[in-house]
């Protein structure tokens, strides 16, 4: 048992381990939501617990993989990060837009990402490559490459189901729920936000966003770096996805208790949703031997922009999402960027 072990420890931590980790993650990244895409999502709330459900049940396949069982107090919290930040997620697209959302989080979390590596913060030893210029280069051109995705304009098809469902839930909400009442409620009066407030309050969200997904790996690299002996990065993804877990269990039930007990869920979304958390589980592992191998400056930077280009691959080829002259020259444009970010940061670890 004990060699079985140290060939696990051996083969986790090696380079060629690293990188097909971080394969793993770029292709899973940019396709675990793909499942979903049938399927009516509703606010997002119950979506977010029945994916982390799935990546629960992830982290316990890695725990079995991992050969031995560690329990990391500061591993939860930096779970509990991410799982923080991805839950106010729809919130900032219904009140700053899906781009706008988008570009900010992902500059953020790229940005917070690299600089915790290149720099050393928060206790993170900082790492060093071959061919430094280089590795600055990957995420300025990845930034280059979502300022470009932001301007394309997708074609999308409201879903049947959603719309239904979206429907049936107004409907149930404006009518009594007293067996045999058939009255409608008569109208509350409801405290908005002025939609210039709510743009400017969206857009701190996902900000926020993008510096909670930044740091959420901070844990784990400051864990793997003070290791010594026999161990391996699978060791500690049980300790992060149980953050995740118990975080996404406390919004639901917080959201629940504001909904007065009528969360929305969609039953037909449940199995997909938590098919989604298991590719997510498998991502994130697979990020984290990246991670510990490579470092943060080499694995975070295209673990963030590779999946754009998995991504829009789906998009272009299965969904037919992005048509037109001008949308097709942008998407180029964005995807050349991307690919060269990726080489960028790649090569910088390579010695001339």
């Known amino acids: 048992m004990i060699f079985v072990l140290l060939d696990i420890n051996s083969a986790l931590n090696s380079e060629a381990a690293a990188w097909i980790g971080a394969m793993i993650a770029v292709v899973l990244f940019g396709s675990n939501y793909v499942v979903t895409k049938q399927f009516p999502l509703g606010d997002g709330f119950s979506f977010q617990w029945f994916m982390g459900l799935g990546i629960l049940l992830t982290g316990y396949a890695c725990l079995f993989c991992s050969g031995d069982a560690i329990w990391v107090l500061d591993g939860m919290i930096g779970g509990a990060l991410w799982a923080a930040g991805n839950s106010v997620v729809p919130v900032c697209i219904n009140w700053t837009g899906l781009g706008i959302s988008f570009l900010l989080w992902s500059i953020t979390s790229l940005l917070v990402g690299w600089c915790v590596g290149k720099f050393g913060l928060f206790g993170v030893i900082p790492s060093t490559v071959a061919t430094p210029w280089l590795n600055d280069l990957g995420p300025v051109f ?25 429907l049936e839930d107004d409907y149930q909400h404006h009518h009594s729920i007293n067996e045999g009442d058939e009255n409608l409620l ?87 949703a938590m098919v989604s958390g298991v590719m ?44 037109g002259k001008k949308n097709l020259t942008l998407l180029a444009i964005a995807l050349g960027l991307n690919i060269i970010s990726v080489l960028c940061t790649a090569l910088s670890y390579f010695s001339n």
């Open 142 to 166: 990845g930034i280059l490459a979502m300022f470009v995705y932001v301007f394309i304009k997708p074609t999308l098809e409201e879903k049947p189901e959603e719309a239904k469902a979206i």
């Open 186 to 272: 008569p109208p509350k009066k409801k405290f908005t936000l002025n939609a210039n407030i709510k743009r400017i309050v969206g857009a701190a969200m996902a900000l926020t966003v993008g510096l909670l997904y930044g740091v959420c790996l901070v844990p784990f690299q400051v864990w793997y770096q003070s290791q010594t002996g026999d161990f391996n990065a699978l060791m500690f993804v049980i300790s992060h996805y149980s953050g995740i877990f118990l975080m996404s269990s406390f919004v639901f039930v917080m959201y629940s208790i504001i909904k007065k007990n009528r969360p929305v869920i969609h039953n037909n979304s449940i199995l997909p």
């Open 280 to 323: 997510w589980g498998v991502a994130q592992a697979g990020w984290m031997v990246s991670n510990g191998t490579l470092g943060m400056v080499i694995g975070y930077p295209i673990v963030v922009v590779g999946p754009m280009i998995i991504n829009t691959l789906w998009a272009v080829l299965l969904y037919r999402e992005i048509k």
